[in-house]
């Protein structure tokens, strides 16, 4: 899977060599025009511009060193099918008006949201594979996997 700070990194390193192909062009047009303008017969470059060509290759050798592998288109299109099952789970504690237990609402709910009336924190919504309790957490910790968990009561899931 390509860890999210790699594809950061070459999102602002795309950036800058963006802004250096546009800071090169630049400086070339304006080197030309002062070849023109003096009527010269070669066109002198600043070393500033050497400079910024140096400063291009480099973002390209490090941009090829970081290109994502075959493997991961595949492991970023599972990340965002979690990332949308994670999303429906912390969804699970709304009001029919879409906020949040406990959140401001100020419709049929009154002033503060009282959350889905069908899963209560503590309301069982499933089980584990091995007889786990899948239960509806608390506000505060429902950002936490282990909280929408609870063990399986002594003896096993048919006690």
């Not at 299109?77 to 099952?85: P, V």
């Not at 609870?150 to 048919?158: F, H, K, L, N, Q």
Request: charged fraction near 30%.
């Amino acid at each position: 899977m390509t860890d999210p700070v790699i594809t950061d990194l070459r999102r602002e390193l795309e950036k800058a060599r963006d802004a250096l192909a546009a800071t090169e062009k630049h400086l070339a047009r304006h080197a030309e025009m002062n070849a023109a303008l003096h009527c010269a017969e070669r066109v002198m470059y600043s070393p500033l511009h050497a400079k910024v060509h140096a400063a291009m290759t480099g973002v390209d050798h490090a941009l090829a060193r970081t290109k994502p592998g075959p493997g991961d288109d595949q492991a970023a299109e599972e990340s965002r099918r979690d990332s949308a099952l994670v999303s429906v789970l912390i969804d699970l504690d709304r009001c029919v008006h879409g906020r949040h237990e406990g959140d401001d609402c100020g419709t049929t709910c009154g002033f503060r949201s009282k959350g889905n009336p069908h899963l209560r924190p503590g309301s069982v919504i499933g089980y584990g594979r091995r007889g786990d309790q899948i239960v509806m957490p608390n506000r505060d910790d429902k950002h936490d996997p282990a909280a929408w968990r609870r063990p399986a009561p002594t003896g096993g899931p048919d006690a």
